[in-house]
């Protein structure tokens, strides 16, 4: 009930302007919060200093005025530069125009406490009490003129002078609470904070003040400013220290987002939490952590007190400190030869001390770049791609085999980091050049090409397309063993979690039991007659049980891996039988139909190797092309033979 008053009261702050627009219902209750609230918004209008203006006349009282400060009608006051007759300094009179003559002044002897607490105030921040009286017109109170202005006259500060401002107001805040009984000002916003041009800063306005939970004045003039409130003052709770570091709170997050006093209820949610931390993304998390402290709703969510809240701020750099990227170079250039596979390391540093570097690498062209290959082909690799921390080595990883002879391969790397600069550049030029050959090369250029699956791919579609001209069962041939060269993640499958969990049940609901049946079978039908102690009989069977356990451990853990196995090659078998099936047995139908699988898995083979190299079709002729000739060249050859010697008519 609490949590929905307080955001249906919320939800009334921002239309209240006067005494008018309080909610139904509530207008007539002089003993509640409603009663006493009269906003003060805008609280010093610009001051008229025209002729025409008729100032009032405090000589009898020992000043005269010189200009009008300000004026709030809302809470009847007006505010007066003036000077005492006596020793001509200026003073600043504020008179509340709250009485007509021949006015009952005995509801006003309130002031009265408040006026001896404002005598005893003795801080160079706190403007100093000097004289009180009263007039037909009203109760004026006289303190020390501050050559300042008001805080919510707009100029532009900087984060770090926001903290200075901040440490003044809490060391006014530390001076106040440190009296006994502690002293809670209970309006804190930035029009009753003054600002000279030397930074120095002055508390103003203690017409709401209240010591030790009591009050000065029973506030039937002025209660509080609406957004700058702390809830429990809302609700007229009890109020403590951690009362007034709200309305700082409120205060130094107006200054930082550049917010006014009227609209400061924009960025509060109806939960009485403000929504500022995305517009102020120039201050650090530590600073932004210690304003979310000084505004939670929740008193005892605040720091305790305002020296708590000093010593906290005091260490805290308020500008976000961002990391720094140091590249160990900026420019690359890599040779080799065709074939090879070239590597570089570049280290990547960040010197600047509590921060942590992020980043992550992009591939992009360059303005010279005139070669045929993507920016992000297969030939060009960095490792890690990204990284979360101060110091990495990533290593530039090029294979050779993809890329052309004396061509020369230009490519940026974006570095994308959340540094100052957010983005570091990193050029990378390669040129591939004739290898070398020898006799030991040659053979390692020829294991790695026979190990490669595309042009094995590409010789067997050369060599068998002409032979299926001869006869569909030779396309069987090749077709089958083909399907087990598809079947090459044969390592991937068994790392399918539907395989993996139907060898756990088929281990578990089958295997294990058929082990325990077996075991208890051979133990209980052995025969060991020739022990004749039944003692001995007995140490026999056990020590045979635990070798049949340690036998069955074994067999368990091969079962696992031994099955995955069979149920992935088994669909494998079942296509390979079926397919001849249908070539022996389909007649001329059948023949054909064994052939064009033949072909879509020949096809099907090298689309997907290209696919996975990343490799245009241009660019996949131009390096396989030689085999696939060979290939054609190997089959026809073959065919020539078949049909030169009579066999091929035999096999037809």
């Given at each position: 009930?609490?949590?929905?008053?307080?955001?249906?009261?919320?939800?009334?702050?921002?239309?209240?302007?006067?005494?008018?627009?309080?909610?139904?219902?509530?207008?007539?209750?002089?003993?509640?919060?409603?009663?006493?609230?009269?906003?003060?918004?805008?609280?010093?209008?610009?001051?008229?200093?025209?002729?025409?203006?008729?100032?009032?006349?405090?000589?009898?009282?020992?000043?005269e005025?010189?200009?009008?400060?300000?004026?709030?009608?809302?809470?009847?006051?007006?505010?007066?530069?003036?000077?005492?007759?006596?020793?001509?300094?200026?003073?600043?009179?504020?008179?509340?125009?709250?009485?007509?003559?021949?006015?009952?002044?005995?509801?006003?002897?309130?002031?009265?406490?408040?006026?001896?607490?404002?005598?005893?105030?003795?801080?160079?921040?706190?403007?100093?009490?000097?004289?009180?009286?009263?007039?037909?017109?009203?109760?004026?109170?006289?303190?020390?003129?501050?050559?300042?202005?008001?805080?919510?006259?707009?100029?532009?500060?900087?984060?770090?002078?926001?903290?200075?401002?901040?440490?003044?107001?809490?060391?006014?805040?530390?001076?106040?609470?440190s009296?006994?009984?502690?002293?809670?000002?209970?309006?804190?916003?930035?029009?009753?904070?003054?600002?000279?041009?030397?930074?120095?800063?002055?508390?103003?306005?203690?017409?709401?003040?209240?010591?030790?939970?009591?009050?000065?004045?029973?506030?039937?003039?002025?209660?509080?400013?609406?957004?700058?409130?702390?809830?429990?003052?809302?609700?007229?709770?009890?109020?403590?220290?951690?009362?007034?570091?709200?309305?700082?709170?409120?205060?130094?997050i107006?200054?930082?987002?550049?917010?006014?006093?009227?609209?400061?209820?924009?960025?509060?949610?109806?939960?009485?939490?403000?929504?500022?931390?995305?517009?102020?993304?120039?201050?650090?998390?530590?600073?932004?952590?210690?304003?979310?402290?000084?505004?939670?709703?929740?008193?005892?969510?605040?720091?305790?007190?305002a020296?708590?809240?000093?010593?906290?701020l005091?260490?805290?750099?308020?500008?976000?400190?961002?990391?720094?990227?140091?590249?160990?170079?900026?420019?690359i250039?890599?040779?080799?030869?065709?074939?090879?596979?070239l590597?570089?390391?570049?280290e990547?540093?960040?010197?600047?001390?509590?921060?942590?570097?992020?980043?992550?690498?992009?591939?992009?062209?360059?303005?010279?770049?005139?070669?045929?290959?993507?920016?992000?082909?297969?030939?060009?690799?960095?490792?890690?791609a990204?990284?979360?921390?101060?110091?990495?080595?990533?290593?530039?990883?090029?294979?050779?085999?993809?890329?052309?002879?004396?061509?020369?391969?230009?490519?940026?790397?974006?570095?994308?980091?959340?540094?100052?600069?957010?983005?570091?550049?990193?050029?990378?030029?390669?040129?591939?050049?004739?290898?070398?050959?020898?006799?030991?090369?040659?053979?390692?250029?020829?294991?790695?090409?026979?190990?490669?699956?595309?042009?094995?791919?590409?010789?067997?579609?050369?060599?068998?397309?002409?032979?299926?001209?001869?006869?569909?069962?030779?396309?069987?041939?090749?077709?089958?063993?083909?399907?087990?060269?598809?079947?090459?993640?044969?390592?991937?499958?068994?790392?399918?979690?539907?395989?993996?969990?139907?060898?756990?049940?088929?281990?578990?609901?089958?295997?294990?039991?058929?082990?325990?049946?077996?075991?208890?079978?051979?133990?209980?039908?052995?025969?060991i007659d020739?022990?004749?102690?039944?003692?001995?009989?007995?140490w026999?069977?056990?020590?045979?049980?635990?070798?049949?356990?340690?036998?069955?451990?074994?067999?368990?853990?091969?079962?696992?891996?031994?099955?995955?196995?069979?149920?992935?090659?088994?669909?494998?078998?079942?296509?390979?039988?079926?397919?001849?099936?249908?070539?022996?047995?389909?007649?001329?139908?059948?023949?054909?139909?064994?052939?064009?699988?033949?072909s879509?898995?020949?096809?099907?083979?090298?689309?997907?190797?290209?696919?996975?190299?990343?490799l245009?079709?241009?660019?996949?002729?131009?390096?396989?092309?030689?085999?696939?000739?060979?290939?054609?060249?190997?089959?026809?050859?073959?065919?020539?033979?078949?049909?030169?010697?009579?066999?091929?008519?035999?096999?037809?």
């Open positions: 009930m609490e949590s929905d008053y307080l955001k249906n009261l919320f939800n009334w702050l921002p239309n209240a302007k006067n005494s008018e627009s309080l909610p139904p219902g509530d207008r007539t209750k002089s003993g509640s919060i409603f009663g006493k609230l009269t906003p003060n918004f805008g609280n010093q209008e610009p001051a008229n200093t025209s002729p025409a203006i008729k100032f009032p006349n405090f000589k009898s009282h020992g000043y005025v010189l200009e009008k400060l300000g004026h709030n009608y809302a809470g009847g006051r007006c505010t007066y530069l003036g000077v005492c007759c006596q020793t001509k300094q200026p003073v600043t009179i504020k008179q509340f125009q709250f009485a007509k003559p021949g006015a009952d002044w005995s509801a006003y002897k309130a002031h009265e406490r408040e006026i001896k607490v404002l005598r005893e105030l003795s801080h160079p921040g706190i403007p100093r009490y000097l004289d009180c009286f009263e007039t037909d017109e009203g109760f004026c109170l006289v303190h020390e003129y501050k050559n300042a202005k008001s805080l919510a006259i707009y100029r532009r500060l900087t984060p770090d002078k926001i903290k200075k401002i901040a440490t003044s107001l809490l060391e006014i805040l530390v001076y106040l609470q009296r006994v009984p502690p002293v809670i000002h209970r309006d804190i916003k930035p029009e009753n904070i003054l600002i000279d041009d030397y930074l120095n800063v002055y508390l103003v306005d203690f017409g709401l003040a209240r010591i030790a939970g009591e009050d000065l004045m029973q506030s039937s003039v002025i209660a509080g400013t609406p957004g700058f409130m702390a809830p429990e003052q809302l609700l007229d709770r009890d109020l403590n220290e951690a009362s007034d570091l709200y309305g700082l709170g409120v205060t130094l107006a200054l930082l987002t550049e917010t006014k006093s009227a609209e400061i209820t924009t960025i509060i949610d109806s939960s009485y939490r403000l929504n500022f931390r995305e517009l102020v993304p120039f201050l650090s998390e530590s600073f932004i952590d210690w304003l979310a402290k000084m505004v939670q709703p929740n008193m005892g969510d605040r720091f305790p007190h020296a708590a809240a000093l010593e906290a005091t260490p805290i750099s308020v500008n976000r400190t961002l990391p720094s990227v140091k590249l160990s170079q900026s420019a250039e890599l040779t080799g030869e065709f074939g090879e596979i590597t570089h390391t570049i990547i540093n960040n010197p600047v001390a509590d921060t942590t570097l992020q980043g992550r690498w992009e591939i992009a062209t360059t303005s010279n770049t005139s070669d045929s290959l993507p920016k992000s082909a297969k030939w060009l690799k960095i490792k890690p990204k990284f979360k921390r101060n110091r990495v080595q990533c290593q530039i990883i090029v294979d050779s085999q993809n890329l052309l002879i004396d061509q020369i391969y230009e490519r940026n790397l974006l570095l994308h980091t959340n540094s100052a600069t957010p983005t570091q550049i990193v050029t990378v030029k390669v040129k591939v050049c004739q290898p070398k050959i020898t006799l030991a090369k040659t053979s390692a250029i020829l294991q790695e090409k026979l190990s490669s699956r595309l042009p094995l791919t590409l010789f067997l579609l050369g060599a068998a397309t002409p032979i299926t001209l001869i006869s569909p069962y030779i396309a069987a041939g090749i077709a089958i063993p083909l399907m087990l060269l598809i079947a090459k993640d044969i390592s991937h499958k068994l790392e399918d979690d539907r395989i993996h969990k139907l060898a756990e049940v088929s281990q578990k609901w089958f295997f294990t039991p058929s082990l325990m049946v077996l075991g208890i079978f051979l133990v209980t039908h052995l025969e020739w022990v004749h102690s039944p003692t001995s009989q007995l026999l069977r056990l020590l045979i049980t635990l070798l049949l356990g340690g036998v069955g451990v074994g067999m368990l853990a091969l079962y696992k891996p031994a099955f995955k196995r069979i149920a992935v090659i088994f669909p494998l078998l079942i296509f390979a039988s079926s397919f001849v099936l249908v070539g022996a047995t389909g007649g001329l139908l059948g023949k054909i139909a064994e052939a064009g699988v033949s879509y898995i020949l096809t099907g083979t090298v689309r997907e190797n290209m696919e996975q190299q990343k245009s079709p241009g660019l996949a002729l131009r390096q396989y092309g030689l085999r696939a000739i060979l290939g054609i060249g190997l089959g026809s050859g073959i065919v020539w033979l078949l049909i030169y010697s009579g066999i091929g008519s035999l096999i037809w």
